[in-house]
């Protein structure tokens, strides 16, 4: 059965293990260079079944070293020596040296020793509730250089693939060392080929989704979505909350049932549910329904009757019937007649809502655990993608994506908490949150706070506006006073816009084990900052996002951010404007501008159709925002969308390449199995990039020079349709270089929406429009004796690329709307 067959291949290699004979009660498996299992069983009964954690052992052995006597064991690899005295483990007779420098002394694990300390965190398993930080379990990463996972107690599969509980014995230890120093990206992609890879999402997932807990009618919900269109904002997923089953009904009441769990549509708001969901469809629209399972099936619901001949469960006194995951009966039923009904009248996605903590009829048997592996597996029948959307259960959730962190306060302290909580998310390896953009409940409102909300849900792995069942709670554009409606439609425009990018690092993610989202010290460990910019995160290969989290200074008309920029130089996607890395910076935007910046040498692909479609469509135009300054490389992967995936998944990859001495942009060929190249639009966008003359474009030998366009915030080169089975080559000048802006005009401008004193912007003007000395003119503006906000903003501008002022000065460089086309 599809539901029960899942890929694991949990007894490791022979030539790994090392004890475990039938006299020992120790057994270490070598399973990577840094990867270590360790047990003990004063039985000798090791445990060779897959567990939630760990479901493949058999791995290929690494290089290892054994010198063993009567009394003493070591175990020697390219990156830790491990020494054990033979006895019951403790901190003393077990211990080993992790191999590299990782602290003033050496770097040495001791078994039981807590790495909470310097373990740099992993995630939780819900954000309900929460009005800021919560506590964070562990992942397999630590500034020491190592950190264990405790497997002793987690739920195991049968080789029925049924779950099944641990031997008794509570001495019992099953444990993972993870020694990989500072190498993070190593010991994660070690932790996925220990629990599996993080699976492909479906496209149309990574688009905007639509959510809000309200009793909406089928007439009124799809009145909203032609709102939705016709103010051109696209959407992909349509979710209804609870009010599409019967909640209020008086046979609720009747049976004492809370109302929260339901399987019988709502007939008197969706007559027709059937063709209410073929609308949705028609639209272009994927659709989720709340299930809220604990309270199981009662006596009135539509499907009882067909649940009781499944389970041979009594109907004569209408009982109702339970809802227990650990009977396998039920759980049959559950998805073939209880789910299966609703998607065979076009539900694509069941949000599993299950708030009822770790317990269940069988002890250590997680129910949450059991729903999101089994809802995840009965999802790929007909060959169909895989997809969940439920909480987090620990260590290994990572392979039924996608995360949903629960109902968070609605405040700033939710929202500041949020980019930490994904970031580190995936030190455990769960790379894609769902957030409830917008917070949920209670707090405030903020129309200002909930324009940053959605801001970093543009850059977040899944855009999802939810909200609570309060009139107040506006999440719609276009009910927002003008200046918040532009922005916020502006930017739900540009997360589709950034499709290309996000799909090709979901397949990058999926394949070669590499998260959307990453903290700074995955890239930059021996970097103290990295550490010390929690909120700021790597997106993707290219980019990096330093979200606002904070109101804006009534002054300055700024919200500012604490950001630090590697060495390099970088662009702001949105302003154009050049930074030096390589340095702590103060960042200052007005609300329609968010600080994303991209490397030189960055490229990034981009939807730039003039009207977006619903739905997650394949761009038949595209624009390459280019860095130039340095060699760079990239690509744009696609596929058909369909089936689930595989190794031989028949990928549509367009290689994207700059070569920096010749000054040579490569677009393509493209090619992939099965799947004919497209004909395509192109465009490209040189970021903080000024001079537009002399451009060459040669497609199959043919060279032409084009003018490229001045935009707000670079060059932008119109390429015009070209078949994919050719390569492009743009040329601009052989070494180009990224502009130095000129600070003055920038200046100029925050000043004139700063709600000070006229004269102190004459002076700021006269000091920042003068020919001294840079130093000169920062140490004039401090004796002006400015309020810091005022301050801050002037001296990111005056100092954002601290090159020679004598180089080559750039076009006016102000802000930009990256849709523009």
Not at 111 to 129: K, P
Not at 481 to 495: H, N, S, V
Not at 791 to 814: K, Q
């Amino acid at each position: 059965m599809h539901r029960y067959s899942f890929p694991h291949t949990p007894i490791a290699n022979p030539d790994a293990i090392v004890g475990g004979g039938h006299h020992d009660k120790y057994r270490f498996t070598v399973l990577a260079d840094g990867l270590l299992r360790y047990e003990w069983a004063d039985d000798h009964q090791f445990e060779d079944r897959a567990s939630v954690l760990a479901i493949h052992r058999r791995l290929p052995v690494p290089d290892f070293r054994v010198k063993e006597n009567d009394h003493t064991l070591e175990i020697i690899t390219a990156r830790f020596h491990l020494s054990y005295d033979k006895r019951a483990f403790t901190p003393d007779g077990l211990t080993a040296v992790i191999k590299g420098q990782y602290g003033p002394h050496v770097s040495l694990w001791r078994y039981g020793m807590h790495t909470h300390g310097s373990n740099l965190g992993g995630t939780a398993r819900t954000l309900d509730e929460a009005n800021g930080r919560v506590p964070l379990e562990p992942g397999v990463m630590s500034r020491q250089g190592f950190t264990t996972l405790d497997d002793s107690r987690s739920m195991l599969f049968d080789n029925r693939q049924w779950v099944a509980t641990r031997l008794p014995g509570e001495d019992r230890v099953d444990g993972y060392l993870f020694a990989y120093g500072h190498d993070y990206r190593q010991a994660i992609q070690a932790f996925y080929l220990l629990s599996g890879p993080q699976p492909l999402l479906p496209r149309w997932a990574l688009g905007n989704w639509w959510s809000r807990y309200y009793a909406y009618t089928a007439d009124g919900y799809l009145s909203l979505m032609d709102q939705f269109r016709a103010r051109g904002i696209p959407l992909s997923v349509a979710v209804l909350d609870m009010d599409w089953h019967l909640v209020h009904d008086e046979r609720v009441k009747k049976a004492g049932v809370t109302g929260w769990t339901g399987y019988t549509w709502n007939k008197e708001l969706f007559p027709n549910p059937q063709a209410f969901l073929a609308a949705l469809h028609d639209r272009n629209l994927r659709v989720a329904l709340n299930d809220h399972p604990a309270d199981g099936v009662q006596s009135f619901e539509d499907p009882y009757e067909e649940m009781a001949v499944a389970l041979n469960h009594d109907t004569s006194m209408g009982d109702p019937i339970a809802f227990d995951i650990t009977n396998k009966a039920f759980l049959d039923a559950f998805f073939d007649v209880l789910h299966r009904r609703f998607e065979d009248e076009g539900l694509d996605l069941w949000w599993v809502d299950w708030q009822q903590g770790k317990h269940s009829r069988i002890p250590g048997i997680d129910p949450l655990w059991m729903l999101n592996h089994y809802h995840f597996l009965d999802s790929a029948l007909n060959n169909k993608r895989p997809l969940t959307f439920s909480r987090y259960a620990g260590p290994g959730s990572h392979r039924y994506p996608i995360g949903f962190s629960g109902d968070t306060v609605v405040s700033w302290d939710s929202l500041h908490f949020q980019p930490e909580f994904t970031a580190t998310a995936s030190n455990i390896g769960f790379g894609w949150w769902s957030h409830d953009i917008g917070g949920h409940f209670h707090g405030e409102k903020s129309d200002e706070m909930l324009i940053r909300w959605v801001q970093y849900g543009v850059f977040s792995p899944v855009l999802r506006l939810h909200s609570s069942d309060n009139i107040f709670s506006i999440k719609e554009p276009w009910n927002l006073d003008p200046p918040y409606e532009q922005i916020m439609t502006k930017y739900l425009k540009i997360r589709h816009r950034l499709l290309p990018y996000l799909y090709t690092m979901n397949v990058r993610a999926a394949v070669d084990g590499l998260p959307l989202v990453q903290p700074m010290y995955w890239d930059y460990p021996e970097y103290e900052e990295a550490y010390n910019v929690p909120n700021q995160y790597l997106f993707g290969s290219e980019l990096i996002v330093a979200p606002i989290t904070t109101p804006q200074d009534p002054k300055s008309q700024r919200a500012q951010v604490r950001a630090w920029l590697p060495p390099g130089r970088y662009v702001d996607i949105f302003t154009g404007v050049v930074y030096d890395g390589d340095r702590r910076i103060g960042i200052n935007r007005e609300l329609k501008d968010f600080p994303v910046f991209a490397r030189e040498g960055a490229i990034v692909p981009l939807d730039s159709a003039p009207d977006l479609q619903n739905g997650c469509l394949d761009p038949i135009i595209l624009e390459l925002l280019v860095v130039v300054g340095a060699d760079g490389s990239s690509e744009l992967v696609e596929d058909d969308g369909t089936g689930q995936y595989t190794d031989h998944i028949a990928f549509r990859r367009t290689p994207l390449s700059f070569h920096q001495k010749t000054g040579e942009l490569h677009i393509g060929p493209t090619s992939g199995r099965d799947i004919p190249p497209p004909s395509r639009e192109w465009n490209v966008r040189f970021l903080g990039y000024s001079f537009a003359d002399n451009i060459q474009v040669e497609v199959g030998g043919n060279k032409e020079f084009i003018r490229g366009e001045h935009v707000s915030n670079g060059i932008l080169v119109k390429l015009g349709s070209h078949p994919g089975n050719e390569r492009l080559i743009v040329r601009l000048a052989a070494d180009p270089c990224l502009a130095v802006s000129q600070p003055a005009s920038p200046i100029v401008k925050f000043l004139r929406s700063a709600q000070i004193e006229l004269d102190l912007k004459d002076s700021i003007r006269a000091i920042v429009e003068s020919s001294k000395p840079r130093l000169v003119r920062i140490g004039e503006l401090h004796t002006l004796g400015m309020h810091s906000s005022v301050l801050d903003p002037v001296l990111e501008l005056l100092l954002a690329d601290s090159r020679d002022e004598l180089a080559p000065p750039s076009s006016e460089i102000g802000f930009v709307v990256v849709e523009e086309a």
